[in-house]
């Protein structure tokens, strides 16, 4: 098979660890990077144009792309759609996980647990939004971070209504969430390949930080998840239509709660904690796929 790993660094470990195992399996496995590709539209002959070539010979894309270029990757995802090629995840997907507000209203929506959020577009009521999520602390989140950047904890309502009328002047989004004390600076990630759960790991936040992100300083351990939490992730893969993906919950006391869901989910973390060979689950996906 020809597969297709869109994305930018070549030198990445997800990267890498996809090209080897693709390799492994007999694959022939190329990086091209979507912002060099052009995108040729006419009737009936979608095709892509890279370098000096067109890249009418791929039977599989695996789209690593990244939050800063979400619009064009998407693009040339789509656009391999149109010329029929399997996708591990589809470009209306990748997009539409980008967003957390439309991701939570459609998984609040399916009855997946979740702290308690609310939108708003003026920083006027910031006592009424504060009582909505329960009182402070809070969190607020600019919709479209990543890498825990963008997530603030307010622990004073005067703390909370100087970082809304900071993030309004930006004219950022963002949105406020209940703090959820509970899960002590600690969160779950579960890798899904397949609608599956492939593995899973606990993330604790180095000392005194609320956020536990990896390049924040956390660290990773591997984590066995009980049933509640095996359900939230499969049904947050199934509703954002991502059978791959990254499914990010916190542990509170009324039960898991999702924070976000990941269409381009790093493996070294999860790999090397869980010492699951991940990259191998999604190439032998793409194999039981493709001809779908
Ligand atoms: N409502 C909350 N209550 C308690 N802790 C939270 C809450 N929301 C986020 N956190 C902590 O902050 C971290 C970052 O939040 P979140 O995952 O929403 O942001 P992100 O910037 O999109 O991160 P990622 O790199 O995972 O995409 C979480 O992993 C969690 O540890
Ligand atoms: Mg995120
Ligand atoms: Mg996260």
């Keep these: 098979m020809n597969i297709v790993i869109l994305s930018r660094n070549p030198n990445l470990y997800s990267t890498e660890?996809?090209?080897k195992e693709g390799e492994k399996r007999g694959h022939n496995v190329e990086i091209i990077d979507p912002l060099k590709c052009d995108i040729i539209i006419e009737k009936e002959k979608p095709t892509i144009y890279y370098k000096d070539r067109y890249l009418d010979y791929v039977d599989a894309v695996i789209p690593r792309i990244g939050a800063s270029i979400t619009f064009y990757g998407c693009a040339v995802v789509r656009q391999f759609e149109m010329?029929?090629?399997?996708?591990?995840?589809?470009?209306?997907?990748?997009?539409?996980?980008?967003?957390?507000?439309r991701s939570l209203q459609r998984l609040s929506k399916a009855g997946i647990g979740m702290p308690k959020t609310v939108f708003t577009n003026y920083s006027r009521d910031v006592e009424e939004v504060i009582e909505h999520v329960g009182g402070v602390p809070v969190i607020i989140k600019l919709l479209e971070g990543t890498q825990g950047l963008g997530?603030?904890?307010?622990e004073t309502k005067n703390a909370a209504e100087s970082v809304l009328e900071a993030f309004n002047g930006l004219e950022a989004r963002?949105?406020?969430?209940?703090f959820i004390g509970e899960a002590k600076?600690?969160?779950?990630?579960?890798l899904i390949v397949e609608g599956q759960v492939v593995g899973a790991m606990k993330?604790?936040?180095?000392e005194g930080e609320f956020r536990s992100n990896l390049h924040r300083g956390g660290s990773a351990d591997i984590i066995k998840l009980n049933d509640a939490e095996l359900r939230l992730a499969?049904?947050?893969s199934r509703v954002l239509k991502l059978p791959v993906c990254g499914v990010d919950m916190l542990q509170s006391a009324r039960g898991p709660l999702l924070l976000e869901v990941n269409s381009t989910p790093g493996l070294e973390g999860i790999e090397k904690a869980t010492g699951r060979n991940i990259a191998k689950s999604?190439?032998?996906?793409?194999?039981?796929?493709?001809l779908l």
């Design 185 to 190: 600076g600690a969160d779950i990630r579960a």
């Design 151 to 154: 997530v603030v904890l307010a």
């Design 234 to 236: 499969m049904n947050a």
């Design 282 to 290: 999604i190439i032998t996906y793409i194999e039981r796929n493709r």
């Design 83 to 101: 010329m029929g090629v399997f996708t591990i995840a589809t470009s209306d997907a990748i997009q539409r996980s980008r967003d957390k507000l």
């Design 174 to 178: 963002v949105i406020v969430q209940e």
């Design 17 to 19: 660890r996809l090209i």
């Design 203 to 206: 993330r604790q936040g180095k």
